[in-house]
């Protein structure tokens, strides 16, 4: 392999990763509730890595990836098809795509959201991580930490506001609100 490839290829690889995050959004937020989403990004990743020699460098790498993510996910649909699932309008998915790919601030609204909740208690942030990561139900949890579910389900709600509204402050002090 020549250098001059290989030094491609090394910044193919930095900007398929640089994009993974966002992809994988992409795709879920077009997937909504589909436990294959994650199928759909690997064989995405594939097919990027196979149309590698497609890509001319310069151009939006991120769009370029997404046109092939949006069309993974029509192949998937099609297989499903037999499915009775509630699928999207293309209308629908049309305008959630553009406002996704225009969409350039997934890491500054990670960073706002670790930030944010570094800022709650601990015990607020194990409800949310309970409630968010776990695969135990809400009620299971009010059990074990001796609560009613209902009077979780008030604290989850306030805590998704105080979030939201902390989100909402740094990232208009960062500019990207």
Known sequence: MSEPTSQSEAQFVAELTA???????????????????????????AKIWEKRDEFDPGTNFKAWAFAIARYEVLNYRKQQARDARFVFSQELEQTIASEIENTDDFEERQEALRLCLQELRPRDRELLVSRYA???????????????????????HRLRTALLECMKRRLSKWGTA
């Not at 879920?28 to 994650?38: E, F």
């Not at 695969?135 to 604290?155: D, H, I, N, P, Q």
Request: proline letters at 4%; one cysteine or more; charged letters at 15%.
């Open 19 to 45: 994009c993974q995050l966002p992809l994988t959004l992409y795709i879920r937020s077009l997937l909504p509730g589909d436990g294959a989403a994650g199928d759909v990004a690997q064989q995405t990743n």
């Open 134 to 156: 776990s695969s135990a139900t809400l009620s299971e949890y009010a059990e074990v930490v001796g609560r009613s579910a209902g009077g979780l389900k008030v604290t989850l």
